[in-house]
Structures are given as C-alpha cells and as structure tokens.
C-alpha cells in the first residue's frame, strides 16, 4: 500500500505568518490527493482536491501544489481561526485511500 | 443542501456486532460514491470501507476487512456499515462521507461514536 508521511506533526506560528505542510507519497499518485482541515470538536473539512484545486468557499489564502510526490498546503497569512490539525489524503485509483497522520496547527 | 446524518452507534461487547446507517440528503445519491471514515479518541482519520455510486464496487481497509460489509440502497438514498466481530480497537466516531467525482470527501456527517468494551 502507498504511504502517507505528513509533516510536521505540530507546529506553533505567530498570527500573519506564511505556514507550510508537506505530505509525502511513497510512490507516485498523480494528483490524487485532498486536504482537510479539522478544528477542536469539529468535523473535517475539505479544502482543497486535486492537489490544487481550492475547494468551494474556502479562503483564497489557502493553496496546495504538487513536486513530483511530494504535496504542500500553504496558508499565507495564518488567522487565528486557522488553529486546526490537517490532514493530507490520496485517493488514487487503487484504495485504501489513505490519510496522513495529521498537522496541529497553533497560534504562538 | 447537503446532508449526511449517521445513526446506530452504541456500546456494544467484543465479538458483538452493530449497524451503522447514514441518511443522506440535498444531492443525487446515486451518482456519488460514498465511504465511512473512523476517528479514534484523540486519533486521526482512518478510511474504513467505501463503496460505489450504484454498489456494484466495494472496498476495505485490511484493518476491518473479512468482518465489516459496506451497502446502500439508493431507493432509499441510505449507506450502511455492517460492523461484525467488534474489537476494542474498533472504538471510534464513525463518519460518513459523500466523495465528490473522485473517492476524496466534500461532506461529511457528524458522526456516530461506537464504543466496543466489556
């Protein structure tokens, strides 16, 4: 099965700042890949598919890319309404359609 | 507007078996695949089962295939999840989740929370 290594499992930044996370794929999958934003007691949220394509509604200041099998989702400005843990999920052809294990994003 | 909205958790012994169901509304139910996402307390997300837009394709995590069974029943626009041999590690807020036109998930319901213990 192809693995889903996301990075790093936390981070702490201050409220403006530009804040990355990478998922990893162990083998290729195209641009197969979603990413998902979860707050406190809340439920998943889609914010992006196709490794770029930015979700309906979601701000502007979100955005994935793609390098080969390596995925980032960036938000550019972080808001304090950001606080959340994402996660990264593949979806290519062949399941299981696996997530990754999740970012807890904080405010410093 | 779209709606999912699980039902059937419990508490149930190891070895016991559970129903989940998910009611979906607000979209054409069969021309959507559809698939169950578990949240273990304090955990991440783990894909459970997803099955097809008309059910003729399922599929399984290995974590629970052999003993849980994905189906829907478009006439009634319902998805459901068969849960047999439970473990405890099979406790979990269950989700069901639409796919968009692909298996990744645009809505999400709330959640069902099975307990599996003694």
């Known amino acids: 099965d192809i693995q889903m290594t996301q990075s790093p499992s936390s981070l702490s930044a201050s409220v403006g700042d530009r804040v990355t996370i990478t998922c990893r794929a162990s083998q290729g999958i195209s641009n197969y890949l979603a990413w998902y934003q979860q707050k406190p007691g809340k439920v998943p949220k889609l914010l992006i598919y196709a490794a770029s394509t930015l979700q309906s509604g979601v701000p502007s200041r979100f955005s994935g890319s793609e390098s080969g099998t390596d995925f980032t989702l960036t938000i550019s400005s972080l808001q304090p309404e950001d606080v959340a843990t994402y996660y990264c999920?593949?979806?290519?052809?062949?399941?299981?359609?696996?997530f990754g294990q999740g970012t807890k994003v904080e405010i410093k | 507007e779209v709606q999912v909205l699980e039902s059937g958790g419990g508490l149930v012994q190891p070895g016991g078996s559970l129903r989940l169901s998910c009611a979906a509304s607000?979209?054409?139910?069969?021309?959507?695949?559809m698939s169950w996402v578990r949240q273990a307390p304090g955990k991440g997300l783990e894909w459970v089962s997803g099955i097809s837009d008309s059910g003729a394709s399922t599929y399984y995590a290995d974590s629970v295939k052999g003993r849980f069974t994905i189906s829907r029943d478009n006439s009634k626009n319902t998805l459901y999840l068969q849960m047999n041999s439970l473990r405890a590690e099979d406790t979990a807020l269950y989700y069901c989740a639409k796919a968009g036109n692909a298996y990744y998930f645009d809505y999400w319901g709330q959640g069902t929370l099975v307990t599996v213990s003694s």
């Open positions: 999920q593949k979806y290519n052809s062949a399941p299981p359609w696996t």
């Open positions: 607000g979209f054409t139910f069969n021309i959507y695949g």
